[in-house]
């Protein structure tokens, strides 16, 4: 017995200190800069010793890697030096573009995660592949979602690579100044990931198991610094633009031609806050959205792209519920409602922006920008300005705090008293244990308007509980009539919602399949101010495989109540007739999803689905067909149908959404995209075509073209030709 005894607390000690070691990596201080060549051959790179014994996350998570990777870091006073040797069984590598700022799946590549202030909250990324084409992103949220990842962040590194026989080399100098962190500070948390295509193998650093996401900032090394970092020398970035525009409206018979020219000026205050300020801001060049066939009675969030919007970007947006009860969204600013209700694109005069790290612990945000008055459209000119701050809590918790108000600067004849005002101020909790094994948010919002004094709060939880066979999700949320965020996603008020979920996952020893996964989410929305009537449910039953190809398959339930308090017309056909409102309406639909292994030249995905709709039924296929032919031209089209049966008198119809596009990248710093869309719910064909010539670090020349023609029947609507010039200055 005594032995027994013995060899189970052996056991658990011995195991105990398994999972505790922490893996680290030494960083070296030298004197002399390295030179930038990929070959690794100074003295210094040669006594390093490197960050190496890769674990495999996929297809296994319990074995070593078979291709490794070594990296080594240095550093001087102004960068940090990172030399990489990455192995592979080949040179046969994937690379489907030279264009900046790729995504990871499907193609060979490492990335380096820096969590430079030890909070296990955000984290800085940098990239590249065989070929040399650089990425850098902004985690935040701890790694738990991808909705965490930003990779429209941009700042000056440089990067150079070597392909050799079953392996290559990387060479990096990352400026200091391109982080965050404390004056003083001698450790860093660190972790990093690597594809390889040709052993069809994902890899870590630092183990991680497979059902946390392959970024995930709970599983990480550290970067012990053989001396304190000093103060980092930022220098002010100054980056102008002119742009040229001429355009023609075919539908009001008018032409139009403007120069602009404006701005943006960054600075550092001390180590870790940033200050970011934009005069009259012009965003012709950022990259048009991509249509969605909507067929709900909803608005549809679709995600910032603006630059000045990005660094810290979670500071501003992570309040809330991000479906139903997000206070703010930035693409709120810049955008208006004209006389007719429709949106159009509102001037930003200027704005200001401070965020970033107060102390180790301590985060805030202010924000402030003004828009300008468009009095033919009875629009005011208004300031739009957020203050946060997050507080963290425990190893890897924190709570915040936000007041957000949007106010009219002026007086008008046309604007109504209620909307001379609205200001939300809030409180949220975000859990995140040591291991990500629990999760949650946790949050309170009222709204301050005018004409409002009662029912004008939210409030709502999430508390999730993750290991590796189950996952286990408790949410509600609560959106009292009058609430009311101006600078938010509020898709509608006056619901309570539940939102549990259950999902038991499989991990067969042998086979094709990798993972398979069984859940039930049952949903629930009920309605407060009329005694909590039911209004809505969603029972969605999912089985999921993924095989070690690479490929998904999953295989859904939907079973819907929908109670219509307005009368809904889901076709968008004019004169058709509405569905009547106080109606309860069920119904029931499969859906079926496969996506194919993206490590081929040729890949695809594709989403049908068919059952009731309301009264009718509808069916719907989705795909999106991907096409390669690396690493100067890649391919995509999207390709969405629905066909809606409803019973007479009310309207049947089919509704296309096609959407090819081409891009092609003829170096790494010249870049041509061309997106055509074309839509029968919105009768909009759209050309959009981009050329970005990078003619030095961070500056670029772009020519836009723009052509939109109406398609029952087809003629012209407007063009637009946009000629914008961006020069990155440090000073």
Not at 64 to 78: E, G, M, R, S
Not at 201 to 212: A, D, F, G, K, L
Not at 527 to 543: A, G, H, M, Q, V
Request: glycine share 6%; proline share 4%; hydrophobic share 35%.
């Amino acid at each position: 017995m005594k032995k027994i005894v013995f060899l189970f607390a052996f056991f658990f000690l011995t195991n105990g200190f398994s999972q505790t070691k922490k893996k680290s990596v030494f960083v070296s201080y030298i004197k002399n800069p390295i030179t930038l060549d990929a070959n690794l051959n100074e003295l210094a790179w040669k006594k390093a010793k490197g960050a190496d014994k890769f674990w495999q996350y996929f297809p296994s998570d319990t074995v070593q890697a078979k291709q490794q990777a070594n990296i080594k870091f240095l550093f001087d006073d102004d960068n940090l030096y990172v030399g990489i040797k990455v192995n592979s069984s080949g040179n046969n590598y994937i690379t489907p573009s030279l264009r900046r700022d790729f995504r990871a799946g499907g193609s060979d590549n490492i990335t380096l995660l820096f969590d430079t202030f030890n909070d296990g909250t955000n984290a800085i990324i940098f990239g590249t592949n065989p070929y040399g084409v650089k990425r850098e992103i902004l985690l935040s949220g701890g790694g738990s979602d991808l909705r965490g990842f930003n990779g429209a962040w941009d700042t000056k590194w440089q990067c150079k690579t070597a392909i050799k026989k079953n392996h290559y080399i990387i060479e990096m100098i990352i400026p200091l100044s391109a982080f965050k962190y404390r004056e003083g500070e001698t450790k860093w948390r660190f972790n990093s990931y690597h594809f390889d295509t040709q052993d069809n193998e994902r890899n870590t650093w630092v183990n991680i198991p497979q059902n946390q996401f392959i970024f995930n900032l709970a599983y990480m090394g550290d970067m012990i610094f053989e001396k304190p970092l000093g103060k980092s020398k930022s220098p002010i970035a100054i980056i102008p633009y002119i742009n040229g525009i001429t355009s023609k409206d075919f539908e009001n018979k008018e032409r139009f031609s403007d120069f602009k020219f404006g701005g943006d000026a960054r600075m550092t205050i001390g180590n870790s806050m940033n200050l970011d300020l934009t005069i009259n801001p012009d965003f012709s060049q950022v990259e048009v959205d991509q249509q969605v066939t909507n067929l709900t009675r909803f608005e549809i969030s679709l995600p910032e792209r603006r630059q000045f919007f990005i660094e810290n970007s979670d500071l501003f947006s992570d309040f809330g519920n991000n479906r139903d009860a997000n206070p703010f969204f930035s693409r709120r600013i810049g955008i208006a409602k004209d006389l007719n209700d429709a949106n159009i694109q509102n001037n930003i005069i200027a704005g200001a922006r401070l965020s970033g790290k107060l102390t180790n612990n301590l985060r805030i945000g202010v924000l402030t920008m003004q828009t300008a008055e468009d009095i033919k459209n009875e629009i005011p000119t208004v300031n739009n300005s957020v203050i946060t701050m997050q507080q963290k809590l425990f190893s890897r918790s924190n709570i915040s705090f936000m007041l957000i108000n949007k106010q009219a600067t002026k007086n008008y004849a046309f604007l109504s008293n209620e909307d001379k005002y609205n200001r939300v101020i809030g409180i949220d909790y975000n859990l995140a244990s040591q291991d990500n094994s629990w999760v949650g948010k946790y949050f309170f919002h009222k709204s301050f308007s005018p004409t409002v004094k009662n029912d004008d709060y939210a409030a709502g939880f999430t508390t999730e509980y993750n290991n590796r066979n189950y996952n286990f999700r408790a949410g509600a949320v609560y959106v009292a009539d009058n609430f009311r965020s101006d600078l938010g996603f509020i898709r509608r008020t006056d619901i309570f919602k539940i939102t549990p979920q259950i999902e038991r996952r499989f991990w067969p020893k042998k086979g094709k399949v990798q993972r398979y996964n069984l859940s039930i989410t049952p949903i629930f929305i009920w309605r407060p101010k009329l005694n909590f009537e039911l209004s809505d449910y969603l029972i969605r039953t999912e089985f999921g495989a993924n095989f070690t190809d690479n490929s998904e398959f999953n295989l859904s339930i939907s079973n819907r109540l929908t109670r219509l308090y307005d009368s809904f017309e889901p076709t968008g056909v004019d004169n058709a007739i509405p569905l009547p409102a106080n109606k309860n309406y069920y119904y029931t639909s499969v859906e079926a999803n496969f996506r194919s292994d993206r490590r081929k030249a040729f890949s695809y995905s594709v989403n049908p689905s068919y059952g009731g709709f309301f009264n009718g039924k509808k069916l719907t296929v989705e795909a999106n067909l991907n096409l390669r032919l690396q690493p100067f031209f890649s391919s995509s089209i999207q390709l969405n149908y629905d066909k809606i049966d409803l019973p007479k008198p009310y309207t049947s119809t089919s509704i296309w959404l096609i959407g090819p596009r081409a891009d092609v990248t003829f170096t790494k710093s010249m870049f041509w995209t061309t997106l055509i869309q074309y839509s029968t719910q919105r009768q909009n064909f759209s050309v959009n075509t981009r050329l970005q010539w990078r003619f030095a670090p961070l500056s670029d020349l772009f020519v836009v073209y723009n052509d939109n023609y109406f398609t029952n029947p087809f003629s012209p609507r407007f063009r637009t030709l946009n000629l914008k010039l961006t020069y990155w200055l440090n000073i």
